[in-house]
């Protein structure tokens, strides 16, 4: 079968003795500029005879012509194919180097931020945060699921469907919320993102305008969200937290937009006061700012009482909460969610609809049946007893063999625990030793969005079993030990 060939090709008359130089021309000039990308299987010579409007010999000798020259490659009883790329004569593609170019790019995105370091090889000991033990999880139920979510798909017309998120998946979540966070919401109040940051995204859209809206973060804080904010022209500022949280009498009184993470502060772990929570809230009322709740772990709590959600004590709608199931199922489904005060659903859908239109229809729909069935809850519950087995074990193997040296941050939940170094032992420098003995393990100095640099450790519980961690903590006290 010959394959979809949709270059136009605009050909002179047929009696200008020009046909054949027009159709080498035009094709030459489209494998030049990556229009036919190496290794493309060219129409055969009947067929782009036809489609030029020539005959055929004038089509084998364009062919023949760009083989002579080095731009494809005919293979007897395969087809003409465009040379690769490494073959092809040398031509300058324009870089974003370009003086030119680059005045097109919005500054910020010239030189974008690295977030994080490349992927490693798997680690003997794994404490990298923001990774969940997929191991554990009913995938032979997910696809059960899936498999008949397919079903019934394929037996429906497959148009477009609603930006804000299946009604079937926003119905679930708002169980889900009310039971997980004691959160009271209207399917009609959520709105389904990929994934938290794609909700960091869609907010700096309706919510900031260039070079006017100030942004205040929890410094150290979530780097992500504020690339989000900084990206759509915010000015940023930093608050600086303590055990309670941020600190409320720091927010500049112009500010206009509060990121924070309540329940478990990132990456510090504090969880926020009763009090500062309510002194935030009236803050945001005073001064008509809004705040977003990054809830991004919670589900996972292992001794406390609930700590009420900012969105669940908030009476003037100035709380955006956003919650992900990358952390309670796994990152790659790419899923989550935002429950928003009703005064902005309309922007909101809007700029859905403009970023992506809406998320895959097939995975909400299997989402929304796990939830229905009763499988996300217990898996949470048996995750919360699995992480807060290892968080039991950590807690004491640091308290064992380096509780001189490192001193924990004692918080009941969440899906990584901080431990502060005591003295003036560098933490980035043990991390990059503990690497080369196959200790994967963030320092916090990864963290700061102003400078406000912390010295210590944040373990994962995602990724190391319960029976490493003793051994990983008395090879990385070794390493302190000896620095």
Request: proline fraction near 6%; charged fraction near 20%.
């Amino acid at each position: 079968m010959d394959p979809i060939f949709e270059l136009a090709l605009v050909m002179p008359t047929r009696d200008s003795g020009k046909l054949l130089r027009a159709l080498h021309y035009q094709l030459r000039a489209a494998i030049v500029n990556g229009r036919l990308q190496p290794g493309l299987r060219l129409p055969a010579t009947r067929k782009l005879a036809a489609l030029a409007g020539v005959s055929r010999n004038t089509a084998v000798t364009a062919y023949e012509l760009l083989q002579s020259q080095g731009y494809i490659t005919i293979r007897p009883g395969a087809g003409a194919f465009v040379t690769d790329q490494d073959s092809q004569p040398m031509r300058r593609s324009p870089t974003i180097s370009d003086s030119k170019n680059d005045s097109r790019i919005v500054s910020f995105w010239r030189n974008p931020p690295s977030l994080s370091a490349p992927f490693q090889p798997p680690y003997r000991f794994d404490f990298r945060i923001g990774l969940s033990d997929q191991s554990f999880f009913p995938f032979q139920v997910w696809q059960r699921l899936l498999l008949r979510s397919q079903r019934t798909l394929s037996k429906t017309p497959t148009f477009y469907s609603d930006p804000q998120g299946q009604s079937t998946l926003r119905e679930m979540i708002a169980t889900h919320v009310s039971i997980i966070r004691a959160v009271t919401v209207l399917a009609d109040d959520i709105v389904v993102t990929a994934g938290a940051q794609q909700a960091l995204d869609l907010l700096a859209r309706i919510l900031v305008t260039a070079g006017q809206t100030t942004v205040a973060f929890e410094d150290p804080g979530y780097r992500p969200a504020r690339i989000a904010f900084a990206a759509a022209g915010a000015n940023v500022v930093t608050v600086p937290i303590d055990e309670n949280g941020i600190i409320v009498e720091k927010i500049p009184p112009g500010t206009h937009i509060i990121y924070v993470t309540p329940t478990h502060q990132f990456p510090l772990g504090y969880t926020m006061s009763i009090a500062r929570r309510i002194a935030l809230l009236n803050f945001a009322h005073s001064h008509g700012a809004v705040i977003i709740e990054d809830d991004y772990d919670s589900e996972f709590r292992y001794k406390s009482s609930p700590h009420d959600a900012l969105q669940s004590i908030d009476d003037n709608g100035s709380v955006f909460y956003i919650g992900t199931f990358s952390k309670s199922l796994f990152p790659s489904l790419r899923l989550g969610f935002m429950l928003i005060p009703s005064w902005a659903r309309h922007a909101l859908v809007a700029a859905k609809r403009f970023s992506d239109w809406h998320s895959p229809i097939l995975e909400q729909e299997t989402l929304a049946a796990f939830i229905a069935e009763g499988h996300l809850a217990r898996h949470i519950h048996k995750m919360r007893k699995i992480y807060g087995e290892r968080r039991t074990v950590l807690t004491k193997a640091i308290a064992s063999h380096c509780g001189d040296i490192l001193e924990p941050i004692s918080v009941d939940c969440g899906l990584h625990l901080t431990a502060l170094v005591k003295g003036n032992l560098m933490a980035a420098t043990i991390a990059a030793q503990a690497e080369e003995i196959g200790i994967g393990l963030y320092s916090l100095d990864r963290y700061p969005i102003a400078g406000n640099v912390q010295n210590g450790f944040a373990f994962g519980l995602g990724m190391i079993r319960a029976e490493q961690v003793d051994g990983a903590i008395n090879s990385l006290a070794g390493l302190m030990r000896h620095a």
